[in-house]
């Protein structure tokens, strides 16, 4: 088993739902209340020491609930370990807490996910989208986000 | 043009219109600003490269202030986000200007059939040369200088004169 989950399982026993290392690539599916705490402890657990946030990216699970669902891609520049971190959010609350001030870097990653899913990172110093233009409608990689709609083209600002 | 020189090396005089000689001129100068968003940026720069050598056509001078140039090359995808900046730095161009759209990306989306490409620069913009390809060859890009330059020399419309497209 791996040290880096048993630690989090240990320090967090109510907050991880589950963990599995599956093809050597430790998972961790953890409820969203304390999920600061739980990346900070990640960050500076001498045995964990997970100083890069690799990516954080979301998934639409339509159809299933919770529907949807971040995650999060650690790596330890130290260790040379990775970590991913789960979790699941409910589509009519799709609100997690934001990690910047664990990571700054991870600050476009969570503005992507808000932009591409619609979860919203609460406490982000700038919540807005980063890939699509201000006055687009909807969430595009929703599942549920029709293939063929088109939006109105924009002119240029004034 | 009626040419006439003199055998004893004096003077000579040519005949014309002053549209054709100002057509003449501006034929041999044309000052392309290459909005290249994609791998047909890679192409351009192989056309204005040594090798093909897109100065003999008079187009080498690549102006990158929109207030400077004659052709708006546009090489490459343009998504939503984009289009105002693009629509932006066509406005900008001085008359008389034409445009290239270069690929199939700028054409007509190419495989972008999706929710953040624009399906084609003409939807936003008039064109007056479309260039095929994925990415299209240098020699592409030739030929579209030297169709601009048909289009100067015969005195054909320009597409803006034609925009809107009813």
Redesign the interface.
């Known amino acids: 088993m791996s040290i880096v989950l048993d630690r989090l399982r240990e320090r967090f026993p109510a907050d991880v739902v589950s963990t599995h290392s599956d093809f050597g690539d430790d998972t961790a599916l953890v409820r969203r209340e304390r999920i600061v705490e739980i990346l900070a402890f990640l960050r500076d657990d001498p045995e964990s020491l997970f100083d890069f946030a690799m990516d954080l990216t979301g998934v639409d699970y339509l159809g299933e609930e919770p529907r949807f669902e971040a995650v999060y891609h650690l790596y330890s520049l130290e260790k040379k370990r990775r970590v991913r971190i789960k979790v699941r959010l409910h589509e009519d609350d799709p609100v997690i807490d934001s990690a910047v001030s664990v990571w700054p870097g991870i600050n476009w990653y969570e503005r992507e996910a808000y932009d591409m899913y619609g979860i919203v990172f609460r406490g982000h110093p700038n919540m807005k989208r980063i890939?699509?233009?201000e006055g687009?409608e909807g969430h595009?990689l929703r599942k549920d986000?029709p293939k063929a709609?088109?939006?109105p083209?924009?002119?240029?600002?004034e | 043009m009626a040419v006439r020189l003199e055998k004893s090396g004096g003077p000579g005089y040519a005949l014309t219109t002053l549209e054709s000689l100002i057509a003449w001129g501006r034929k041999y100068s044309l000052y392309p600003f290459t909005f290249a968003t994609a791998c047909c940026g890679i192409e351009v720069m192989g056309a204005f490269g040594t090798h093909y050598d897109l100065s003999r056509f008079g187009a080498e001078v690549v102006r990158f202030s929109p207030r400077q140039a004659d052709v708006l090359l546009v090489a490459g995808t343009i998504n939503y986000k984009m289009a105002p900046v693009l629509k932006r730095i066509y406005d900008q161009m001085l008359e008389p200007k034409w445009v290239i759209s270069m690929g199939a990306c700028a054409c007509s989306g190419g495989f972008y059939n999706n929710y953040t490409v624009l399906q084609g620069i003409d939807k936003i913009m008039p064109v007056d040369v479309y260039i095929p390809g994925c990415p299209p060859n240098p020699e592409g890009i030739i030929d579209a200088v030297v169709r601009i330059q048909k289009i100067i020399e015969t005195g054909a419309p320009r597409a803006a004169e034609r925009w809107p497209i009813k």
């Open positions: 890939l699509m233009y687009f595009p986000y709609k088109r939006q083209t924009i002119g240029p600002e």
